[in-house]
T-cell receptor, first 112, second 113 residues
Framework: KQEVTQIPAALSVPEGENLVLNCSFTDSAIYNLQWFRQDPGKGLTSLLLIQSSQREQTSGRLNASLDKSSGRSTLYIAASQPGDSATYLCAASTDSWGKLQFGAGTQVVVTP | GAGVSQSPSNKVTEKGKDVELRCDPISGHTALYWYRQSLGQGLEFLIYFQGNSAPDKSGLPSDRFSAERTGGSVSTLTIQRTQQEDSAVYLC???????????FGDGTRLSIL
């Protein structure tokens, strides 16, 4: 069974610093990996999706890498802002149906 | 609307009652998913629909849980004889097709007294 782990569970950084969020998974036979953001009391917002054939995806200040051989994905957020404060979740899918196995998330606080 | 809509946003009910949770996916999205988010278990997959059929029900925790989807659109998750451990936020997501980026609703917060 696929297990997804996110470390650390919480992170606090000053505004302007780059954020590095880590995600590891046990089964390298993934179909894709997605990063989400969750604000308190809200659903999840999709940030980036990396297909298994890709090594990275970029959107604005966000960049996500995928290394299947080591079972790791990293989300980089450049020049963090207080509005980036949220919980970030990664999720791996091991089939084309898209069923997601989630990590527990990293709670990020960006201080002004 | 433009996004996934779930109703009700909050539901409080007594143990033993049945509840129905509704999900309106984004128009044109053929894939629909239900997940559950609780403090102790994190986010767990419940069921996946492709059109009106459910090829993956592997996450439903017991036979008290059932779901259906009609017209390739609206889905209803039903929990019978609710128990306190059913208290959680139930999230619905839809995507253009299986494996595409999933778009989530804000969830239904279910509290069992």
């Amino acid at each position: 069974k696929q297990e997804v782990t996110q470390i650390p569970a919480a992170l606090s950084v000053p505004e302007g610093e780059n954020l590095v969020l880590n995600c590891s998974f046990t089964d390298s036979a993934i179909y894709n990996l997605q990063w989400f953001r969750q604000d308190p009391g809200k659903g999840l917002t999709s940030l980036l999706l990396i297909q298994s054939s890709q090594r990275e995806q970029t959107s604005g200040r966000l960049n996500a890498s995928l290394d299947k051989s080591s079972g790791r994905s990293t989300l980089y957020i450049a020049a963090s802002q207080p509005g980036d404060s949220a919980t970030y979740l990664c999720a791996a899918s091991t089939d084309s149906w898209g069923k997601l196995q989630f990590g527990a998330g990293t709670q990020v606080v960006v201080t002004p | 609307g433009a996004g996934v809509s779930q109703s009700p946003s909050n539901k409080v009910t007594e143990k033993g009652k049945d509840v129905e949770l509704r999900c309106d996916p984004i128009s044109g999205h053929t894939a629909l998913y239900w997940y559950r988010q609780s403090l102790g278990q994190g986010l767990e997959f419940l069921i996946y629909f492709q059109g009106n059929s459910a090829p993956d029900k592997s996450g439903l925790p017991s036979d008290r849980f059932s779901a259906e989807r009609t017209g390739g659109s609206v889905s209803t998750l039903t929990i019978q004889r609710t128990q306190q451990e059913d208290s959680a936020v139930y999230l619905c997501a839809s995507s253009l097709e299986g494996g595409a980026p999933q778009h989530f609703g804000d969830g239904t917060r279910l509290s069992i007294l």
